[in-house]
């Protein structure tokens, strides 16, 4: 029996479940057994057959979920609007609903009721702030699932606030008296986040970290069932822990009848086989949440991978379904829209299947008036030495290129990292002007080599981004890396970064600066440092309470003007709003961690414009990835970018002008091309202005007349 609405879900979803025999063994083995691409046409027909016959009767079952919960939601805002006592004095209901004799073909119109909840809401009192009209509908959402005994996705955009919807739920499990354990699962570096939004706006619930040492944890596993009380209420402790305890310690916490399990950053699960999924799969828990910004980042596989964890009596082997959709459908030219249209069939029956678990809202869809954002990509020009080094390594002549300096060569040392760097004293028009002496400049007579060909990609990954990466001059004796301005004059990157920084600075902005290499990110140390501006790091090595305070630092020191930060480790969950402006050095193979990483600031809390600076070495591997990330954001584009996912818009995947324009359109507002000139103080000031943000929304494709610059279009 439902402990809040006195519904006995559970019969009627074994009857759905009845009603819709699936052959779902047969068609999963099947489907198994080898590659696609060598099976001959009758087998592919076949398998093909069995597929769509496997989500086909899916598609029933879920379909009956869906008017299901439309019919709870139903009940639950009746009875909130019961409770209230106001609905006749307040609330002009005019359409009268029955969910009894609600048959399932036929659609609820239930807008108005869902109007007066929202007048009527009364958020859970343990919640600590004012949620926006659509966190309450959010939390509605997840109620109904959870009175269902259904697991769900809340995949709203970046920033528009899951971890608060998700607090706010679990304020509303400790009201109804819901004993625990419940659990957060995150990535280390969302915790600080966590811990913070569950004190500011949860703040009588108690947190349990469940994180350090093996004799630590043991100690805090004693803890998980403790329950205490807030005023009348008995509340339960929330556990909170991160993806890499799940897995060391699975043995313990799959001992556990968790309550309910909310997982943030659920991309993560992207692939069914990782050993988090299993993990998750052996937890007993009567219902799991998952958060994530991106539920889509790479192929198909991990839309199923979703099925698989929503439904995982159905959807438990997903081998050789990726097959049927490859990444390479979405380069580019428009007779593949042909391909992609075919495939239309299964992609279609997946997003309607998922429809009624996932909840997708998009900042476009809200109220929240976030402030412009607009996205530029500089292609930075290539030094002599980027440009001899690249070339060696194409033509895999870089040990006789570099066989000369052999005798002198060290190895390559892991460069110190720095907490913290002196203040500067003064900026100029250009430049930072450092309290300290600058380096004497020294001739470089050592060098440091760093060539692994084992994987020529990276290695010209490097040398596009800074050739001291393979190739750095050393303190002659000291096998430190030399400093001096030639760190700024190597690399097309460095000298873009060096005239943009200055000028940033001067004019009072932020910056988050985004890397996928950390080596990369020790160099750019080495050049703040030398150019004495005030930064602080963040990086996958970091602890928790290193993290925190690099954060706190950066937000609340108005002299700490950057943040290092590397992609990976830090695109996910973090609040810092401090910044304005977003440079990503190096663009990830997958764009929804560049997106991720521009998100920590263009969110909540952001009242200034936000340009988000791109850099891209020209003619290099750079402009390799740049084209392959944009592919990739045409698939999510495609599948769950215009709004499928909000469960008041219809589907409509098969219209082939609406796919054609997707994979026409551009992600980036402006692209600049620098033709290797060191950039004038007024090309500058084009390239940083703003004013365009001030009073409108950022402009497409705006034209650019500087010298030195040429737009792209
Ligand atoms: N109702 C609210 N009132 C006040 N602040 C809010 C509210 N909702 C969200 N915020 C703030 O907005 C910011 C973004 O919220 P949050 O981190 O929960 O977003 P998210 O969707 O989880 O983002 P991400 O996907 O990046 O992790 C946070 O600083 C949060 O405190």
């Not at 009767?57 to 409770?83: G, P, R, V, Y």
């Not at 009588?204 to 040492?213: E, M, P």
């Not at 290695?459 to 890396?481: D, F």
Request: charged content about 25%; hydrophobic content about 35%; some cysteine.
């Amino acid at each position: 029996m439902n402990e809040t609405t006195g519904m006995d879900s559970s019969d009627e979803i074994d009857i759905l479940m009845e009603e819709s025999p699936l052959d779902v063994g047969d068609a999963i083995q099947e489907d198994n057994n080898s590659s696609l691409h060598s099976m001959d046409n009758e087998e592919r027909e076949k398998r093909y057959k069995n597929l769509l016959k496997l989500l086909q009767n899916s598609n029933k079952l879920s379909n009956a979920f869906d008017t299901k919960l439309k019919n709870c939601k139903l009940q639950i805002i009746k009875k909130e609007l019961e409770k209230s006592n106001k609905v006749d004095e307040n609330v002009p209901i005019k359409v009268e609903v029955d969910p009894n004799t609600v048959s399932n073909n036929q659609p609820i119109e239930n807008e108005e009721y869902e109007e007066c909840y929202l007048k009527l809401f009364k958020q859970p009192i343990l919640f600590n702030g004012t949620l926006k009209n659509y966190q309450k509908e959010g939390l509605l959402w997840i109620r109904t699932l959870f009175e269902n005994g259904l697991n769900g996705i809340l995949a709203d955009d970046m920033g528009l606030g899951k971890t608060i919807q998700a607090i706010a739920f679990l304020c509303f499990l400790s009201e109804m008296g819901i004993s625990g354990p419940l659990l957060v699962i995150a990535p280390l570096s969302t915790i600080p986040n966590w811990l913070s939004e569950f004190s500011k706006f949860a703040p009588q619930l108690k947190t349990l970290l469940y994180h350090g040492k093996d004799t630590q944890r043991s100690d805090i596993r004693s803890q998980f069932n403790t329950n205490y009380k807030v005023g009348n209420l008995n509340c339960t402790c929330i556990v909170i822990t991160t993806y890499e305890i799940l897995r060391s310690d699975i043995q313990f916490l799959k001992k556990y009848h968790w309550k309910y399990i909310t997982i943030d950053e659920g991309h993560k699960l992207k692939n069914s086989l990782t050993l988090t999924n299993k993990c998750l799969r052996e937890f007993d828990c009567a219902n799991k949440l998952i958060l994530t910004g991106t539920p889509i980042q790479n192929n198909m596989n991990e839309l199923w991978t979703l099925l698989n964890v929503l439904m995982p009596q159905l959807f438990n082997d997903v081998k050789d379904f990726s097959s049927w959709f490859v990444i390479d459908d979405f380069y580019g030219t428009n007779d593949r829209i042909i391909n992609i249209a075919t495939k239309d069939e299964i992609l279609d029956i997946i997003v309607k299947i998922l429809k009624p678990f996932i909840l997708r809202r998009q900042k476009t869809e809200t109220d929240l008036n976030l402030p412009p954002k607009k996205e530029i990509v500089i292609y930075a020009p290539i030094t002599e030495l980027q440009h001899k080094l690249y070339k060696a390594t194409l033509s895999k002549e870089m040990n006789t290129l570099l066989n000369k300096e052999l005798e002198t060569q060290s190895e390559l040392e892991v460069l110190p990292k720095r907490k913290c760097v002196q203040s500067i004293e003064r900026y100029t028009e250009t430049r930072a002007i450092r309290k300290t002496e600058p380096i004497q400049k020294v001739e470089p007579k050592d060098m440091a080599v760093s060539l692994v060909f084992l994987n020529p990609f990276i290695q010209l990954k490097k040398i596009s981004n800074h050739p001291y990466l393979v190739h750095m001059p050393l303190i002659p004796g000291e096998k430190k890396i030399l400093v001096d301005e030639n760190i700024v004059n190597a690399s097309g990157k460095f000298l873009i970064l060096d005239a943009m920084l200055s000028k940033l600075k001067l004019l009072g902005h932020k910056v988050l600066l985004f890397s996928t290499m950390t080596q990369l990110l020790d160099l750019i140390e080495e050049f703040l440092i030398f150019r004495s501006y005030q930064y602080t790091r963040l990086d996958g090595t970091m602890d928790i309470a290193d993290r925190v305070v690099a954060i706190t630092t950066f937000t609340n020191d108005p002299d700490c003007f950057l943040m290092l930060i590397s992609t990976r480790a830090g695109g996910l969950g973090l609040n810092l709003t401090a910044a304005d402006t977003v440079i990503i050095f190096d663009s990830d193979w997958n764009p929804q961690c560049d997106l991720q990483a521009q998100d920590r600031c263009h969110r909540i809390g952001q009242v200034k414009p936000v340009a988000v600076y791109r850099l891209c070495t020209k003619s290099t591997v750079d402009e390799k990835i740049l084209a392959h990330a944009a592919a990739k954001r045409k698939l999510e584009k495609i599948v769950i970018g215009n709004g499928t996912f909000n469960r008041s818009t219809k589907i409509n995947l098969s219209n082939i002008k609406e796919l054609m324009s997707l994979l026409e359109s551009s992600d980036y507002d402006q692209q600049i091309q620098s033709n290797g000139f060191i950039l004038s103080d007024e090309e500058l000031d084009s390239l940083l202005d703003r004013s365009d943000m001030v009073n409108s929304k950022p402009k497409a494709n705006r034209t650019q007349s500087a010298k030195h610059f040429e737009v792209l279009t």
